[in-house]
């Protein structure tokens, strides 16, 4: 038989009550390579997705989803190629973090979140008094998350979802969330059709995962259902919701900038090295102006970050910082966060200035370095191009051999140190 190929096609499932797909190439299944950036749907994936579909209607079927929840959603269902693609995509080049924040805190998400701030001034106050989060940490999240709103995502949550669990990477994320966006489905707070976020699944106006909404969307408007797409009091709330559940503190700063003294030992900046204020500061931390720090601050556990290496400005964070990290565990997004909502609240924007004339390693690079520090002796603990703990120890002891500031900081200048020491 000639095998069917379609190119950046569209495979159509047309579902009836008993799960009968039609349109499925002839060809017996056969297990594909991973989908790569030049995407081809096969006949062979459209018969292995058949199967996989009435398998997974067994499974959804088993936790409570009912056949006419499952047959509403799945109905003129297709695998999303571009979903496809940006899962197995791994980018080659990684934005600087003074790139990621001059976006994040441009004038004009500055200027709008302080006009949703304006408007919205009852329904913050209602979401402090409930919650105990700051109406400036919320509306930053809006802002980072949909710019208050605007840009939602389009795609369809239960297609996307779909061609997550069935194909990639990102298979058993995509399974368990599917089976939240099934039950969020059945519980009537949205329609399949409308049930629309981003490639990987996030959701409404505050982005939330089919599984976080489960456990932390709220009604916050009253009117019955959680609707996080179409009401921005509910997308707040949950927001509010979860940060709260996350351990939120209420009057305790986020993140502080701050100051090192002359020859600071930059193996104590690490997130698992935590000490009080009191103890950063008689290590000789100060504020950024060079005052002590705030009294409230001293007693607050609190781990340092030098985002941009020894170069860069260096920040304080505390334990709401990591209450933000559990809504999105990246560093870059939790600055974000946190300096928006201070400049709501009027605060001092960064002092330091960043090393713009360094440039951050892309992702070839960077296995390059794992592996050639490991082969002077400074074990990465593996080569997958990602700069993590034990790539840092290794970064740091390269850097003390040379008797430079050990801050971890990976940069093409300090690759070209090691290529050199790897000769």
């Known amino acids: 038989m000639r095998r069917k190929t379609t190119r950046f096609g569209v495979l159509t499932l047309l579902l009836t009550t008993g799960l009968t797909v039609g349109g ?6 056969q297990k594909g390579q991973p989908v790569a950036d030049d995407v081809i749907v096969t006949a062979e994936m459209e018969e292995r997705l058949s199967a996989w579909l009435t398998e997974f209607r067994r499974e959804a079927l088993a936790v409570g989803i009912t056949a006419s929840t499952f047959n509403r959603a799945f109905q003129g269902i297709s695998l999303d190629v571009k979903v496809l ?21 441009s004038d004009k998400r500055k200027a709008d979140g302080a006009e949703q701030l304006r408007v919205n001034g009852k329904l913050f106050d209602q979401l402090e008094a409930r919650y105990g989060v700051e109406r400036e940490v919320l509306a930053a999240i809006w ?14 949550v239960i297609r996307s979802l779909t061609t997550l669990a069935f194909e990639g990477r990102r298979a058993d994320f995509g399974r368990t969330q599917l ?38 969307a709220v009604d916050f408007d009253g009117d019955g259902r959680r609707n996080i797409w179409a009401s921005h009091a509910d997308g707040l709330g949950s927001a509010a919701n979860y940060l ?4 939120w503190d209420t009057g305790d700063p986020a993140v502080r900038e701050v100051k090192l003294p002359s020859g600071f030992d930059y193996a104590l900046a690490a ?29 607050l556990e609190a781990y340092l970050i030098v985002p941009a290496g020894h170069r860069g400005p260096s920040f304080l964070a505390y334990p709401n910082f990591r209450t933000i990290l559990r809504y999105n565990n990246a560093t870059s997004y939790a600055m974000a966060v946190s300096y928006l909502a201070r400049h ?29 520090l490991t082969s002077i002796g400074f074990n990465t603990g593996g080569v997958d191009g990602i700069i993590g703990p034990m790539s840092r120890k290794a970064i740091r002891g390269f850097q003390g051999s040379l008797g430079q500031p050990q801050d971890g900081f990976a940069t093409e200048t300090l690759l070209q140190k090691i290529r050199a020491a790897a000769r």
């Open 143 to 156: 802002g980072l998350e949909t710019h208050y709103g605007t840009y939602m995502g389009s795609r369809s």
């Open 179 to 216: 089976i939240a966006a099934l039950k969020i489905i059945q519980s009537g707070d949205i329609t399949p059709k409308a049930m629309n976020g981003s490639w990987a699944g996030a959701m409404g106006h505050t982005q939330f995962i089919p599984t976080t909404y489960l456990a932390h």
């Open 271 to 299: 997130r698992s090295i935590t000490k009080t204020g009191d103890e950063w500061q008689a290590l000789g931390l100060r504020t950024a102006s060079g005052d002590t720090l705030p009294r409230r601050e001293r007693g």
């Open 24 to 29: 499925m190439g002839a060809a017996m299944a």
């Open 344 to 372: 709501f609240a009027g605060e001092p924007a960064i002092q330091g200035t960043w090393p713009e004339d360094e440039r951050p390693l892309t992702l070839s690079e960077a296995k390059e370095m794992q592996t050639k």
């Open 85 to 105: 693609e940006l899962n197995q995509k791994q980018p080659e080049f990684v934005r600087p973090i003074w790139g990621y924040l001059g976006s994040a805190l």
């Open 244 to 247: 709260k559940a996350s351990g």
